[in-house]
Nanobody, 118 residues
């Protein structure tokens, strides 16, 4: 059974970089042709796909966030990490990692609240 767990700080100051790590268990991120996404839900809004890294290491990002987003992976640890730079309060959201995307996912992490505030 695939499980995903987000980790990272819950509070980030404006202009800083938000960094979150997703740890995968029960499956390998470099096998089975799966993609691994970051998604967020701002308060009162719907889900927004941020970007993904493929099983082969290619990255893809949402156009509005592309200039501020970087996703990397640590395959020995079965982890992938989101870096979102120059954050503002508009980046406050619950952040999820998930398998698949954009648009269709089969496994999700529980989500982690990130608040951008000074």
């Amino acid at each position: 059974q695939v499980q995903l767990q987000e980790s990272g700080p819950g509070l980030v100051k404006p202009s800083q970089t938000l960094s979150l790590t997703c740890t995968i268990s029960g499956g390998s991120m470099i096998s089975n042709n799966y993609d691994w996404s970051w998604i967020r839900r701002p308060p009162g809004k719907g889900l927004e796909w941020i970007g993904k890294i493929t099983y082969g290491g290619s990255t893809y990002y949402s156009a509005p966030l592309r200039s501020r987003t970087s996703i990397s992976r640590d395959t020995p640890k079965n982890q992938f990490t989101l870096h979102l730079s120059s954050v503002t309060p508009e980046d406050t959201a619950v952040y999820y990692c998930a398998r698949g995307g954009p648009g269709e996912y089969d496994y999700w992490g529980q989500g982690t609240q990130v608040t951008v505030s000074s």
